[in-house]
């Protein structure tokens, strides 16, 4: 095991009604601001139930907020936040409205000339932060409870993430009940970009770590198991906590402690957002089954590992093993109606030299676990996945 | 799932070399009490390390803390710190030393009669503390990642608990090579003592928590497989550094998060410390088996998923299923030299009714995560065990 520092002070407050209980984690005396996305917190109820829990705080709303947040969006809520003197910031949303508030959180603190600078240099810190909430209202991508956030540049057509335990949640309120009212693409997103974000901390090489290794396989058994379960009723109240709760502990941060990570699969996908706009998790599911092809030699301990101990691989050669445990991946991404050819999503192969290009002019060589992933395999295996 | 709220922000620093860090970590510009047991620190080399790491601090030690922390002792710290104007409690040691320093850093803030009366009176919560952190040198007791302490007071022979996020260590090192020192007795218990917290957030009743149930089954398995490992060879630096994680992780509260939990083995076992001053893990194991035994209509259900999950049996009646993860958790615990039997530790019959007397001289006609073990049913489990 590799030595590691962990330290998680979200307040994690779980379960049915926990949204009545906002006026005893959002600071009172103080401006607040309500910031959201495009509108289904108004369907859902949710919306009602944020404003009832805060009757009589000085509220000022910020909508609007869309999957991948802009940067040019944010923007505008920053000036806001400056101007009204803003205290606190609570995102009600799923992780892209998670994503903005961070965001927004820090450029309103950043004394730089753009907040930008700390997307795209790794080594500006936003050291400060507007304290910011979170009422969670899809399960999915575990910004919750971690310090990252990915924002989108529209004007560049850049994806990037950034992170700094400034922008941690001070709270975030799970209420499984918030899956009741989600379309089935969502929750199948959501699945599916909980279960990569694991084998993106999980599908490396070993370092001896059983307590991380055993808690990576136990909450991609979870997604197995209560995945399907959710979709096939969405008002199954103990499936929805489950994989709430799964999707919550897929990234924040435990499960990675001590090991090698892998995130070529994210930097990847990121690209295939930025121009395409294809769903996040999406393009995870395009790129991972990929990567777990062209880096099965550099992940056969723990692909071995993953196909025995989630799937119950035990019989065949270990190339008929690994084979087993990449074909098991994509038929349990494409079982949610997720395709993981670009093709699927009208990519053509003409996009692949474009992508290796990005990452060239950044001067990135090797990505991946053992900063290995060459350009040449990334090209290699976006073509598998054409 | 049950509704939770979770907070955990004890920060973790962890893996060889890491007590090098304590002056990235202590403030600087206070008084600090350095705390520690009985010298086990000056042989394993921890104290010189910890020394030169705070060179120039200005330190006072407390040492003597004794296994079970006593009240009587503890009081002469509280006195220092008062008198000293102490800003910070540096707990160098095991879970005895880590509990100690609890007690005295929240009676030294309490402005009530007698400090002890936060350990008698639930009602009362130790709200404020001197700040503290630790440098872990035993893995067992899990008190350098929880707001747990336990404290015995000789005059009365009484062991009581209790618990404030006041007392949560801002953080604790986890260096696992002071494993590498340890007799074979203290990793025995070690192991002991964290499969049985396991076991009393685990061995209840479902509630479909999935997550909990895996992560609790990681922890044990890894505990099971580990645990020998470190008592073959105490220099084998992955064993030692799985057991540490995992006894840590047994009780920071995630695995207990939305789930019943027992107790009732702790509760019991802390009246023979208190009695007979038998080391807690091993009253832990003598009591444990007895609850299985007494309780296994209540505890079916999760008898008999930790019996396959955990133990892999699958065949059989259900009872025979449960008399083998019965049998099987007495041999594990017997296996590290630590007996079940009252007799092995020289305990006579007699004392039986003295501890029912107590339990009913406090006025509890029942305990467990039913609330249903019955003064009647701990006679009854403690006569299986004699």
Redo the contacts between chains.
Sequence with gaps: ??????????????????ISRLNKLVPANTKIMLAYGGGSIFKNGVYDQVKDALEGYNLIEFGGIEPNPHYETLMKAVEIVKDEKIGFILAVGGGSVLDGVKFIAAAAHWDGEDPWEFLTNRKLLASSAVPLGSVLTLPATGSEMNSTAVVTRVSTQEKMAFASPAVLPKFSILDPTVVFSLPEKQVANGVVDAFVHVLEQYLTYPV????QD??A???L??LL??GPKVLADRNDY?AA??FM??AT?ALNG?IG??VPQDWATHMIGHELTAYYEIDHARTLAIVLPGIMQVKRKNKREKLLQYGERVWGITTGSEDERMDAAIRKTVEFFESFGIPTKLSAYGVGEDFIPVICDRFRQRGLTGIGERGDLTIEQMAELLYLQK
Tied chains: 1, 2.
């Design positions: 095991m590799d030595n590691f520092q962990f330290c998680n002070p979200v307040n994690i407050v779980f379960g049915k009604g926990q001896n770590a059983q307590i055993r808690f396989e136990s909450i058994i979870t198991e209560e103990d906590a489950n709760w799964a502990m435990l402690v001590g």
